[in-house]
């Protein structure tokens, strides 16, 4: 099998690759070449931009590509441009997307009607209503890092691959992921804290009781792989993630059973907390997502011990700290403080 692959140089997508290969696939990715080690995989390499992807149509439809995989496609128009560039070319396509195409996501926003639920979203769950959630009043300039946020969303790019009857496509909806290599930082607030011997963590409390998905990365790779590999997702639509959601204040307790810290989660009212430690969402809208299609379809599984995930992700998280982050420590110590002595 011929599989190109749209990205695919940094967290997720190399052990998607290492998966591939190993199986005998020729692995053909396109990407700008900017990742260190990003050509250490074996595959074969093709250098470009994504955005836009017309100029490059020629040389990877020359690849011939049994199967595309998109690991990048992020707007509408990304879609559109992949699928009107391997359409009689491909036998298939798998992109990438999110859990935030769920209007459940919408409701943590606030940008979407209806209260707070408990639901366990499905794939057949209602989506947003409000497209581009990160879209302000104001559109960012051209130069802008994060212009592409002003049209990001995966709804309008899933209908794309979903709904051409000549080029079948599949998408995997995916959690918030953590494990090595992940450039977003999940876990480090909390590691960094216990590595540094601090006896508590401070909280808001309506966050301590929050629910959602997540998926370690070997595990979650291990899902695009067998979505690639298999012709039984030509069509379909699968989250993929762990079966287990953790209140944040368990999911702390889990990190800390992982790396042997034993100190006190304070949980506070939002009021008590200053700006900065507040939560920028609704934490009484869960996000919780059911994956048992995959599990049952393709046979998928998350088959990775949690603790020996968070401390894999740990080693990796303290040896490459991100370098925004700013440990506020006496506001904290503030906290605990006055809620010691009762004030």
């Known amino acids: 099998m011929k599989v190109l692959v749209l990205g695919g140089t940094r967290f997720i997508g190399p052990p998607v690759v290492r998966r591939l290969l190993a199986v005998g696939c020729e692995v053909t990715r396109?990407?700008?070449?900017?990742?260190?080690?990003?050509?250490?995989?074996?595959?074969?390499?093709?250098?470009?931009?994504?955005?836009?992807?017309?100029?490059?149509?020629?040389?990877?439809?020359?690849?011939?590509?049994?199967?595309?995989?998109?690991?990048?496609?992020?707007?509408?128009?990304?879609?559109?441009?992949?699928?009107?560039?391997?359409?009689?070319?491909?036998?298939?396509?798998?992109?990438?997307?999110?859990?935030?195409?769920?209007?459940?996501?919408?409701?943590?926003?606030?940008?979407?009607?209806?209260?707070?639920?408990?639901?366990?979203?499905?794939?057949?769950?209602?989506?947003?209503?409000?497209?581009?959630?990160?879209?302000?009043e104001v559109p960012r300039a051209d130069d802008d890092p994060q212009k592409v946020l002003d049209d990001y969303d995966k709804i309008p790019m899933e209908r794309f691959v979903l709904g051409d009857p000549d080029l079948p496509g599949t998408v995997l909806r995916l959690p918030m992921v953590y494990g090595p290599g992940d450039y977003q930082h999940r876990l480090y607030e909390y590691v960094k804290r216990m590595r540094d011997g601090r006896s508590f963590i401070v909280i808001q409390?309506?966050?301590?009781?929050?629910?959602?998905?997540?998926?370690?990365?070997?595990?979650?790779?291990?899902?695009?792989?067998?979505?690639?590999?298999?012709?039984?997702?030509?069509?379909?639509?699968?989250?993929?993630?762990?079966?287990?959601?953790?209140?944040?204040?368990?999911?702390?307790?889990?990190?800390?059973?992982?790396?042997?810290?034993?100190?006190?989660?304070?949980?506070?009212?939002?009021?008590?907390?200053?700006?900065?430690?507040?939560?920028?969402?609704d934490p009484r809208q869960h996000l919780t997502v059911d994956s048992s299609k995959i599990r049952r379809i393709l046979n998928w599984d998350s088959r990775t011990d949690p603790k020996a995930a968070i401390r894999a992700t740990a080693e990796y998280e303290l040896a490459n700290p991100p370098g925004n982050f700013v440990a506020d420590y006496a506001a904290e110590d503030d906290l605990a403080s006055s809620t010691k002595m009762g004030t």
């Open 205 to 281: 409390n309506s966050f301590a009781s929050w629910r959602t998905t997540r998926g370690y990365v070997e595990d979650v790779a291990d899902g695009i792989f067998r979505a690639v590999v298999d012709d039984r997702a030509a069509g379909q639509v699968f989250n993929i993630a762990d079966p287990t959601f953790y209140r944040e204040a368990e999911w702390i307790r889990l990190i800390g059973d992982a790396l042997g810290w034993s100190g006190e989660i304070i949980e506070l009212p939002e009021e008590a907390l200053p700006a900065p430690m507040r939560v920028q969402f």
């Open 30 to 136: 396109f990407h700008r070449g900017k990742t260190p080690g990003a050509g250490d995989t074996g595959s074969r390499t093709i250098l470009g931009d994504r955005r836009p992807l017309t100029p490059h149509i020629d040389l990877l439809r020359e690849e011939a590509p049994d199967v595309v995989l998109d690991m990048i496609a992020l707007t509408e128009e990304d879609g559109r441009q992949m699928m009107d560039a391997f359409r009689g070319i491909a036998k298939r396509v798998v992109v990438i997307s999110s859990m935030d195409v769920y209007q459940v996501f919408g409701r943590m926003l606030g940008s979407e009607p209806g209260g707070a639920t408990d639901e366990i979203v499905t794939e057949e769950s209602p989506l947003r209503t409000k497209w581009y959630p990160y879209r302000g």
